[in-house]
């Protein structure tokens, strides 16, 4: 009993320990944490843009016939500070068409999140202020639903972060439903 009582107390100030950690090294980095979740969530609403724009036969047009143009001056919209976010976000990656952008931008921003939650904690709302333009709505959520290849890592991640108070129930209790019935948030469209 006594041993049971020695190995809880041992885990219990590591485990409060890897939390102040967490939540010193975000209170240092909340900035460039911040921007990077922002610039994830913009180029998550952009691929959803190109998502839902294929069904529209002018837009499919501009962005088939000339994807760079496109990126360049819709998605980076010729802004020196938008471009260098996404330049240092996609590394070498250069996109070649819009089904190109979507896939990567889903894929990044899963990987992304996993390297934020495991080194700062889950960025809910109550960790991390954010507000946007318009409206929107910024949920990290987002950015599991779009791809299903990092769903077991998140889940066992996302358990984690729940129990230590990062990741709001209701947060954890929809990635849960999403994640048993293996829902993926697409919209059905042509290919290029």
Do not use: W
């Amino acid at each position: 009993m006594k041993n049971f009582i020695l190995v809880c107390m041992f885990f219990s100030v590591i485990f409060c320990n890897a939390q102040t950690s967490k939540d010193s090294l975000l209170t240092k980095d909340y900035n460039l944490i911040k921007s990077r979740l922002m610039i994830m969530h913009y180029l998550d609403t952009v691929a959803m843009k190109l998502m839902v724009m294929a069904g529209n036969d002018d837009e499919r047009e501009k962005y088939s016939t000339d994807f760079k143009s496109y990126y360049t001056e819709d998605i980076l919209k010729n802004n020196d500070m938008l471009t260098s976010y996404v330049y240092s976000y996609f590394g070498k990656y250069k996109p070649k068409s819009r089904q190109n952008f979507i896939d990567f931008v889903f894929e990044k921003n899963a990987e992304e999140l996993i390297k934020i939650t495991e080194k700062y904690g889950y960025p809910s709302l109550k960790r991390i202020k954010i507000s946007l333009e318009d409206g929107d709505i910024f949920n990290p959520l987002n950015f599991t639903i779009r791809k299903n290849s990092h769903d077991k890592k998140l889940l066992r991640l996302f358990k984690k972060e729940n129990a230590t108070g990062n990741m709001p129930d209701a947060d954890y209790n929809a990635f849960k439903i999403l994640f048993q019935k293996n829902v993926q948030f697409e919209i059905i469209v042509p290919r290029e």
